[in-house]
Nanobody, 117 residues
């Protein structure tokens, strides 16, 4: 059974930083890729950043240069470092993982990020 647990959300002023953590149950090498999505009130869930098992990263244009996704294979953890936060980054952030053999998507429960102006 796959379990993804996010932490690190909170309230921060515009221009501030937060680091989100996604802890996976078991080895993250089971996954073809992992990533972060977010969903703001009244909006669809959107991709923020992904990282493959080989370390290739991808970002949505809105966060390029501000957010950094990384992984710690030894600790089965993926991070999202968020700098220069803006009010429009306010959302629930979800950790995501895609199975390597069977392309099932797994989700965490989400963590709230609120950026005040």
């Amino acid at each position: 059974q796959v379990r993804l647990v996010e932490s690190g959300g909170g309230l921060v002023q515009a221009g501030g930083s937060l680091r989100l953590t996604c802890a996976a149950s078991g080895s993250i090498f089971r996954f073809d890729s992992m990533g972060w999505y977010r969903q703001a009130p009244g909006k669809q869930r959107e991709l923020v950043a992904t990282i493959t098992s080989g370390g290739t990263t991808n970002y949505v244009d809105a966060v390029k240069g501000r957010f950094t996704i990384s992984r710690d294979n030894a600790n089965n953890t993926v991070y999202l470092q968020m700098n220069s936060l803006k009010p429009e980054d306010t959302a629930v952030y979800y950790c995501n993982a895609v199975g390597r053999v069977i392309k099932i998507m797994y989700w965490g429960q989400g963590t709230q990020v609120t950026v005040s102006s």
